[in-house]
């Protein structure tokens, strides 16, 4: 085997690939080989580079849990011949991709680094160059013969964040995302500077599990001074419906009124879970602080601590997917399984 490390390049599409249409103006995927060619700078990388694309790249916000199980078969199948792998993806949903693939991957023992770009690949001020290079140095890194980083990453603009920490959080800066309530695990500048105190222990020897099975019978709902019952029945009503993630005020705080309690405990006597985020942007929910959050506790809402929302959706469908008993359900969602949770 070479000694060079082996990365497969998994294009799924966004930005990073796209150019103008004539006629509209708008942004579109095009074919990745042309991707390729704008990039002769991979042939200097010291490291081999195989690729692959989606038949028909994506916008990411055509992403879905079909896809992300496209995704997860890739690497799967590629497991064994491959040292990282590298996903170029849209910036939209790249966080909830990253969250779901990190639950998907049980026991990844290489780097599955996810990026894009906010500019496209041939533009002249392009920051794309720069998050596929370095993403890729970052997947080949080694020490003793082992990946130096074995989790589901997102690198963006200088920066390699735990994926299922992460937000999108400006749609024109290239600093467009963030990671709350985690440290960045390196930062990029004249050196890597890694900070491996953060990175997720791996379980040694444990071999890769795949999860495809994720359960979209859920939604989330944001709460807002003057949501009416009439609003929230309807969407707890919803058949079939399965897990609602509820974002809430400051450290998990909600109406105390009769009616939104009494919607709550039905819905969970019927079998949905319910799980408690933030919609600060930071921090954690904390039920039975204030007692606007006192009766969710009692009544056995999920709290989902200092997780995104993004990792609570995914983490949601991941977990109604794997059949897990409703008595264990909220022990297991408040555990935290690929570092989502502090
Ligand atoms: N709309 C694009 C996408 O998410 C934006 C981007 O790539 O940054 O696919």
Redesign the pocket.
Known sequence: MSSKAKILLIYT????G?KKDFETGA?K?FNFSKLLQRIPELKLLDCEIETISFDKP????NMNPEKWAKIATIIEDNYNSFDGFVVL??????SYSASALSFMLENLAKPVIFT???LPIGDLRTDAKENLITAIQIASLRENGNAVVSEVCLYFEYKLYRGNRTTKINAEHFN?FTSPNYPFLIESGVHLKTNPELFLLLKKGAPLKVHKNLDKHVVIVKLFPGISETVLAAIFDIPDLKGIVLETYGAGNAPTEEWFLNLLQKAIKRGLHIVNVTQCSGGSVHMGQYETSTGMKEIGIISGKDITTEAAITKLMYLLGQNIDQESFKNVFETSLRGEIT
């Open positions: 599409g966004g930005t990073i796209m942004l995927a994506i916008d990411s916000s993806h849209g910036s939209d949903t790249m894009g770009s906010q467009a």
